[in-house]
């Protein structure tokens, strides 16, 4: 079961893209998954905390551990705009 969950994976792998948004302020993206790989789906994972950024760089990071993405061209943080958010 975890073997065929692994093979899966290297046939699916997605990444998380930030395209130039049409309907909105320029300022802004739309992020979806692709299967595509390309410099707009370069993220970095920092610590919430501003304060604790440059001291935990580079540090570990555990699966229920708190993030923010930013996106690594735009330097902006990946946010929830709920007016535009499908559930």
């Known amino acids: 079961s975890s073997c065929l969950s692994r093979s899966l994976f290297s046939l699916f792998q997605l990444h998380l893209t930030c395209l130039k948004s049409t ?6 993206c739309d992020v979806v998954f ?10 970095m994972v920092m610590h919430p905390g501003i304060h604790l950024r440059m001291e935990l760089d580079g540090t570990e ?6 993030v923010v993405l ?3 061209s ?11 958010s499908s559930r």
């Open 74 to 84: 735009t330097n902006k943080c990946l946010s929830v705009n709920e007016d535009y």
């Open 61 to 66: 990071v555990k699966i229920d551990d708190r």
């Open 23 to 28: 309907g909105r302020s320029g300022r802004s």
């Open 70 to 72: 930013a996106h690594a």
């Open 34 to 43: 692709t299967d595509k790989p390309g410099r707009n789906s370069v993220w």
